[in-house]
């Protein structure tokens, strides 16, 4: 995610929750995995393999759509219930393993009850069918966002169970098959490729599929009045963009840009992860530009408004781009590993600025060096940051992840050298594809490539109230931040 600089203290609203609930044993509490951040997210007890998910679109941006929710995963320990991340729409019906299942709305979990217990190590089949509700809601925030012309999906952090009924962390990655039922005249996209497509009467169901298993907060599904623009990227990689109809010529001078700037990535840190990618220009001001996987979404007007610098768009497509290695393929095994994201999107972003446009890293790193110890201040350091205000979730992405952990970086480079950087670079994202990483496992690789305890290092630069001095630039200063 990068919130754009003119909204960043936009938060996004989403819809409630109303469960039409059966009676279910007491007691059925709600649960997490206990990330520190967000310590009701995320389900124990199983792993989920795959999701089906079935939508369907009657043409009005206001009103619930129709769903089936069916999650294939293994039971991980013996349950007697299942705990389901689900905060909006209405439950109609739960099934488990194909027998009628008793649930029962509690906190955001969906508590459902079986009617046998659950072994460790038994195939788990929940069939849901529920609504999903684009209703705006001030008590939550992300999930559905209403275009001009549909809806689109702006899942992170931790808001697809505003969507859908899913184990919502990203430690717990699956298979996605999206079902998107609309009429006709709309156009329908989600992650993935397009796994087939069928008209009955004056509707169309679209089908998509992906490759490579994807965190929850990386879902998107997007329907409107689109027009789909296709080309091919380096090796062949399928690319589709999604443009609101009569966009595409006005368009075309950015959409064009993306197979460069796949091939520079590739360059950078070897073969983009997934089986496609595009933009998906949204007519909507959400205040950001999100990484969803393999169909980054940004706001229309970033690329329509004459105040943005070229080389500054081009630096934000790249930013979401590098997000495709680090966060979606390499995923953060706690929401405290974000800075494993942002600031390595952010890294690249000021890398392709640099290359590209003449924007010194250099400037850019002292800029944020002065202001290191007051984003400390006000965010926490970069692997241990502040948990977000209650209801407010993407308070979370403040400049200390993205700026002041590209500091993190840069610093890091400074100490082990430009080479060792760069090697420890491409085997972080060949070691972690598909998977999820710590920060923990992201030191200890950049002790083994650079042959050095970095214990201290790593210890001052992730987790120390105060920025230490810079390695190769003892001149560099910061602000004290207020009251110190």
């Known amino acids: 995610m990068l919130l754009t600089p003119r909204l960043k203290a936009a938060l996004l609203a989403a819809a409630s929750l109303s469960l039409i609930a059966a009676s279910a044993p007491s007691p059925a509490v709600p649960l997490g995995i206990g990330d520190p951040l967000f310590p009701h997210l ?27 929710t069916k999650i294939d995963a293994l039971t991980t320990e013996s349950l007697d219930r299942v705990n389901l991340d689900f905060a909006q729409g209405t439950v109609r019906s ?19 009850t079986p009617g046998q217990p659950l072994f460790a190590g038994s195939p788990l089949r929940i069939t849901v069918r529920h609504t999903s509700d684009p209703t705006p809601d001030k008590r939550y925030e992300g999930g559905w966002v209403r275009t001009g012309d549909g809806l689109v999906m702006a899942n992170q952090a931790d808001a697809a169970h505003l969507v859908f009924p899913c184990n919502d962390h990203p430690s717990d990655k699956a298979q996605f098959t999206f079902r998107v039922t609309a009429p006709r005249e709309y156009t329908a996209v989600a992650n993935g490729l397009e796994a087939g497509r069928e008209r009955a009467g004056a509707a169309t169901t679209w089908t998509y599929r992906t490759e490579h298993p994807m965190a929850t907060e990386l879902a998107q599904v997007a329907i409107g009045d689109s027009e789909v623009v296709r080309r091919e990227g380096p090796n062949g990689l399928p690319v589709r963009d999604v443009v609101p109809r009569g966009d595409k010529s006005r368009m ?58 070229e080389w500054y768009v081009d630096s934000i497509m790249v930013h979401e781009l590098a997000h495709q290695w680090f966060g979606n393929s390499v ?24 290359e590209k446009a003449k924007q010194p890293m250099v400037d850019r790193m002292r800029d944020a060096y002065r202001l290191s110890d007051q984003w400390r201040a006000q965010g926490g350091p970069p692997a241990a940051p502040k948990k977000p205000a209650p209801g407010q979730k993407i308070s979370l992405f403040r400049p200390v992840v993205y700026d002041g952990s590209a500091l993190v970086l840069y610093a890091l480079r400074q100490e082990i050298g430009a080479s060792s950087f760069e090697h420890l670079e491409r085997l972080w994202v060949a070691l972690h594809a598909d998977g999820v990483a710590t ?43 207020a009251g110190v």
């Open 252 to 309: 075309e001078r950015w959409l064009r840009k993306t197979p460069g700037q796949i091939a520079w990535m590739e360059g950078k840190i070897g073969r983009y992860p997934f089986e496609t990618y595009g933009l998906l220009m949204a007519d909507a001001e959400t205040g950001f530009e999100l990484e969803t996987q393999t169909l980054s979404l940004f706001e229309r007007s970033l690329f329509t408004r004459p105040e943005f610098p």
């Open 94 to 112: 739960v099934e488990v393993n194909g027998a009628e299942a008793d649930f029962v709305g509690k906190g955001e979990d969906l508590v459902v």
């Open 42 to 68: 995320g389900n124990p007890g199983y792993d989920v393999r795959s999701y089906d998910i079935a939508f369907t679109y009657r043409g009005s941006n206001t009103k619930p759509l129709d769903a089936v």
């Open 331 to 354: 995923s953060p095994r706690g929401w405290s590993d974000l800075w494993l994201n942002e600031g390595h999107a952010t890294w690249y972003e000021a890398l392709y600025a640099e």
């Open 439 to 481: 920060t923990a496992d992201f030191t200890r690789l950049a002790a083994q490539v650079s042959g050095r305890n970095l214990d201290d290092f790593f210890q001052a630069w992730l987790y120390g109230a105060r920025t230490p001095a810079m390695p190769g630039h003892p001149e560099w200063t910061t602000s004290s931040p």
